[in-house]
């Protein structure tokens, strides 16, 4: 008997196919976050593609996965992202290269990226002084078609009207994704609030869970919260809340 269960394992094992997917090139950051005061101005937050294990070079396709960018973000000549070939900027305030009615978008391809040599990606924005102030992000899917491996980069920009403030002070100041969620929290505030933590309160404010953070951006697991309505409040050095926000776990 041992020995027929030994055969239909190894069977299964020849036949099942791989489904391992090679990591073919890297990005530095899965978040790339930068603040832009007063609307104008051109700014392009930088990532690269790297560790190109291709020795010929490697074409990627990439597109938008998802967004929230205001519509006056996304006006023609605003928004675009920049691969080793070209700029792609929006030309519609509505559906973000088809974004809207495909589920894939509208991929776009690059040159061969060189073995072993860093390749640009790059979002590229220029806000008008009237742009609409608040924190809001980009995704951004970069596969390997040759084995589909898939890395997505976020971007983040938060557009103030005024100066970024010492202490978080408005709504806008405070980016969270996605909401709701069903694993990952992302949290994203300006790296001048001083914030060292991060607690996610119940409804009841009972304390579930406590993070240590740095800079400006922080990614929270919560593989050990219940679903349900959550709080994230913001704490700097002094231990002082600064913001709190409301997320629901799925």
Known sequence: MKKILLFFVGLATIITPRLVVGQSFTVPHDTIAIAVNNGGGTQTPQDAITNITATGGLTLHWHVLSTNFPSDWLQAGVFGICDNKTCYYNTDDTNLWDIATSSTGNTQTTLPYVYETAGNFNLALSLPTTATAGCYYVTVAITDPATFYTKNVTFSVCNTVTAVPNVINSNDDVLLYPNPTSNDLNVVYSANADVKSVAIYNIIGKV?????????????N??????????????????????TRKFTKQ
């Open 222 to 243: 919560l593989d050990n919260v219940p679903s349900g309505i959550y709080f994230v409040r913001l704490i700097n050095s002094h231990g002082d809340p600064v913001a």
């Open 208 to 220: 579930m869970t406590t993070y240590r953070v740095a800079g400006n951006s922080a990614n929270l």
